[in-house]
């Protein structure tokens, strides 16, 4: 008692950031709870001290008298995952002793001004995004929630060709395991250092016309290593061969589709991938771009997409689940309106879309008790869109504010 008395008194004087104190109302022209719940017209959002307290229409949630209206109104939604980042580029070096103001423009840039209220790294300098991630935990930096799988581990001589331009001292990093004990070892020190997941790359160029593989016994030792600390594995798989070997290997998340392959993954293929719960992140805007740097004709990128796409329909039929995800950070392109155009293009319906950007990770992630939907005692994170996304799936990334553990991170000018 005498704690909340002090801090009652520190609030009252100003000199300490009381806002998860305050209780603030959010009123909203329409509120999409969850994707599978009905909407709600004329609603408000009531969160406190980090949680939501009340959702429902304006004239039947008692809005407690102490409360602040939030400037911030529109179409409001549960907090978006993007389950497919990096933060590789070299605005975020020094993470940890950059200017935090510098660090939020960079976040507000790549991430927040679109609704990420989570974000998962697949595949950086471990120890440097998890310096970003402690800033913004301990308060200092307004952001995101940062997961990551740190360091991936690929095929020994393996490093692919697209990312020979890292910096050398973070090449001489890498994970190259040969053996399934080393594979063991990387896992061990990548979650030891604070990774929450492992990232495989299974089949991978390092130059012109060569390839190398991850073996299947390297790749399955390192998932049961993985799983054996209740964590994820990620993987790249670059062919049908590498989701083969990643079916076999207990892969449980797909960071791309493949591309380029003679025809879209079939029907066994689809059943193997859905029976073992696999999760799909299409990443179909990542291969619109680096079609067009490597210069391909617009007609040849439409063929080699619409590939992609009917693979996409075909794993959702089989009843697979997509995760949201676009490889922002690789792709210097950050807004991800062309991804949500592409999955409405693979027959996704504007609530799929949303189940992708919230249930369905907060599913995988085991956090489906605290996150993903709008409801009394779940975390505040709410983004509030300025466009409703069933007229037009291109208002999911109109964000006017987003909000995370109740705290605004990102208010559209
Ligand atoms: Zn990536």
Known sequence: MRYFAFVAVLCAIGGLDCARA?????????????????????????????KITAVGPRNRVKIPKDARVSECS?????????????????????????????????????????GFTTVFDTGSDGANTIALRTRIQNGGVRGPRILTVGLPLYPPDGIPSYINDLPPELLAKMHLPR???????????????GADATKLFLHTSPGQGVVTRMSAEVARA????????????????????????????????????????????????????????????????????????????????????GATLQELRNFISAGGQVLFGTDVGYMHEYDPTDEY?????????????????????????????????????????????????????????????????????????
């Not at 933060?87 to 001004?113: G, V």
């Not at 779940?378 to 553990?405: E, K, M, S």
């Open 222 to 305: 390192a998932a049961e290593e993985t799983h054996a600390r209740s964590k994820l594995v990620f993987s790249h798989p670059t062919s049908v061969e590498g989701v083969r070997t990643a079916i076999t290997a207990g892969v449980d998340i797909l960071v791309h589709t493949t591309l380029g392959e003679k025809a879209p993954w079939d029907a066994e293929l689809m059943r193997q991938m859905t029976a073992k719960k696999m999760s799909v992140i299409p990443t179909f805007k990542l291969w619109k771009y680096e079609l067009r740097k490597d210069g391909a004709p617009e007609e040849v990128i439409d063929k080699l997409i």
């Open 341 to 413: 155009v592409y999955m409405a293009q693979a027959n996704m319906t504007p609530m799929q879309i949303l189940a992708s950007l919230t249930t369905a990770p907060a599913e995988r992630w085991k956090e489906d008790q605290r996150r993903g939907r709008l409801v009394p005692s779940a975390d505040a994170d709410l983004v509030v869109l300025a466009g409703d996304p069933a007229d037009d799936v291109r208002n999911f990334a109109q964000v006017r504010c987003t909000i995370r553990d109740g705290k605004p991170i990102y208010r559209a000018p």
């Open 179 to 193: 053996t399934v004990e080393d594979a063991r070892a990387d896992v061990r020190a990548n979650l030891a250092a």
């Open 74 to 114: 529109g179409v409001v939604t549960a907090g978006f995952q993007n389950s497919h980042v990096h933060f590789t580029e070299r605005i975020w070096d020094d993470a940890s002793s950059q200017p935090a103001k510098d660090l939020e423009r960079h976040l507000e840039a790549m991430l927040t001004r679109y």
């Open 22 to 50: 305050e209780t603030v109302a959010i009123h909203a022209t329409k509120i999409y709870p969850a994707p599978d719940k009905p909407t709600i017209a004329d609603g408000v959002v009531v969160i406190r001290d980090g």
